[in-house]
């Protein structure tokens, strides 16, 4: 599924003479980054915010975390959230905030890409069994999360810039 999204350079929060980062740049960041920053909202309303790698592929961000965990079980009951990825840097990088809804997926051939994603990538090692990931050394099954973005920011450094784009 290739989307391709209305980008608006957002003046308003931009220095003078700065321009909207092309989609191709923002989606080269999202291919190529390895850890993002996952926000949920817990059923009281609290904020969570936690680190965990995250594959782009096909229009969507992927992960991954335990069914116990704190991020899936805020999951199955807001599952709207944001992922962020970036550099910790003030002058320099891009930094990209996707909001968007978090479901399960449970489609093996893309589970199969991921998995191999995974492998290349971070060298970690998943099987794709009953539609999640399964760790061999563990055994512990883990389900896999397509976030479909709604917005991303782009936000840019030297110059300073934002850009939305929007599916």
């Given amino acids: 599924m290739t ?7 957002v003046a308003e929060f931009s220095e003078p003479g700065s ?15 390895e850890m993002f920053w996952l ?5 009281d309303g609290r904020p969570h915010v936690a680190p965990l790698p995250a594959m782009w592929v096909d229009g969507r ?13 805020n999951l199955a009951v807001h599952p709207s ?12 990088g891009i930094d990209l905030v ?20 995974w492998r290349s990538k ?21 389900p896999v999360y397509a976030l479909t973005p709604v917005k991303i920011l782009a936000f840019t450094k030297a110059p300073y810039s934002q850009t939305r784009y929007t599916f």
């Fill in 3 to 9: 989307m391709t999204p209305t980008v608006t350079h």
């Fill in 19 to 33: 321009s909207a980062l092309p989609w191709s740049e923002a989606e080269r960041v999202l291919v190529e980054s």
């Fill in 39 to 43: 926000s949920t909202v817990r059923a």
């Fill in 61 to 73: 961000a992927h992960f991954c975390t335990g069914a116990h965990e704190q991020k899936a079980v």
């Fill in 81 to 92: 959230c944001a992922l962020t990825t970036g550099t910790s840097t003030y002058r320099a």
């Fill in 98 to 117: 996707i909001e968007g809804t978090a479901a399960i997926t449970r489609d093996e051939e893309l589970l199969g890409e991921l998995a191999a994603l």
């Fill in 122 to 142: 971070l060298d970690w090692t998943f099987e794709v069994r009953g539609g999640a990931f399964t760790d061999p050394a563990q055994g512990t099954v883990a």
